[in-house]
């Protein structure tokens, strides 16, 4: 049975063909591997916040990192930028946040809802303005006390909310450039160059706090593309366009009217469907099959 398990693997042929060079590598990896992975500790198999630096800091690490990668096929438009874009992004006087909410929000014309205090304001209130980021990063972050000792739902309601509450800053047009162009960055820093974005259209606002046409949002993604493969002609992104389960049925049907539609001027961008949120708890995929279909 193990036998027949490891036919399936992708790698299972590579061995009859690898080179002298590559089973050199591959038997250096392997020992670099034994750091974090012994017969009585798998690093992989505990905690994430307290493993994360070692992982980090091991050669292993140090190597992969360095190396040219696969495509990416699973990375989201909010979830992709480092947190330091998003605190840099509360050192602007339009970015506002509510503390009761837990809610970041924009506001061009500075005409803020009730609740809402510029960042600014709220860190020249502060003696620690290292701190007050903190506290923001801290916010945007999932952390380890939201996480230990925690069901996978009782952690899904803290996760969910981390993009309620950065959502509002990729929402203006001016910060979602800034954090798409960094996510970019990041991935080619990473020897990235090919990447399939999962991306919910129909949510942009310009200064001017109106709606961005759909074919206009798709434009200023492949102007940033094609900004991009100036220096770097290799690169490719595509969108995934992604409909939430939660929102029901008339979210489902807007997102595939905007596959249709953007599809049509940029065949080359739209690369996928997917439909998100926490499986247990939303309707299963069966429930949008027939609009799908």
């Known amino acids: 049975m193990i036998e027949d398990e490891n036919k399936l693997h992708f790698s299972y042929d590579m061995r009859a063909t690898e080179t002298e060079d590559e089973k050199l590598a591959n038997e250096k990896l392997q020992k670099l591997k034994g750091d974090l992975l ?25 190597v992969l990192d360095a190396m040219p990668k696969g495509g990416l096929h699973h990375i989201h438009t909010t979830a992709a930028p480092h947190v330091d874009t998003y605190i840099s992004l509360t050192y602007e006087k339009e970015t506002h946040y509510n503390e009761r909410e837990g809610l970041f929000k924009v506001f061009p014309d500075m005409r803020h809802e009730d609740g809402y205090v510029s960042c600014v304001e709220m860190r020249n209130f502060k003696v620690d303005k290292a ?113 939430y389960k939660i929102v029901g ?7 595939l009217d905007h596959i249709r539609i953007a599809k049509g001027v940029y ?13 247990e708890y939303t309707p299963g995929i069966q429930e949008f099959m027939p609009q799908i279909l």
């Open 38 to 62: 012994t017969p009585l500790y798998n690093v992989v198999l505990h905690n994430f916040f307290e493993n994360k630096e070692k992982v980090e800091n091991s050669k292993l690490y140090k």
């Open 131 to 243: 701190g007050y980021d903190e506290s923001l990063r801290q916010q945007i972050l999932q952390t380890d006390a939201e996480c230990t000792g925690f069901e996978s739902h009782e952690i899904w309601q803290f996760f969910q909310h981390k993009f309620a509450r950065i959502g509002g800053l990729g929402k203006y047009m001016p910060f979602f450039k800034t954090l798409l162009r960094a996510s970019i960055k990041s991935c080619i820093d990473q020897n990235v160059f090919i990447v399939e974005l999962r991306h919910t259209t129909g949510c942009l606002f310009d200064e001017n706090k109106k709606p961005v046409p759909l074919l206009d949002e798709c434009a200023l993604i492949q102007e940033i593309i094609d900004e991009t493969r100036k220096e770097v002609p290799y690169f490719r992104m595509m969108l995934i366009l992604v409909s």
């Open 249 to 255: 049925h008339a979210h489902v049907n807007k997102i």
């Open 267 to 279: 065949p080359e961008l739209i690369a996928g469907f997917d439909l998100v949120n926490e499986e």
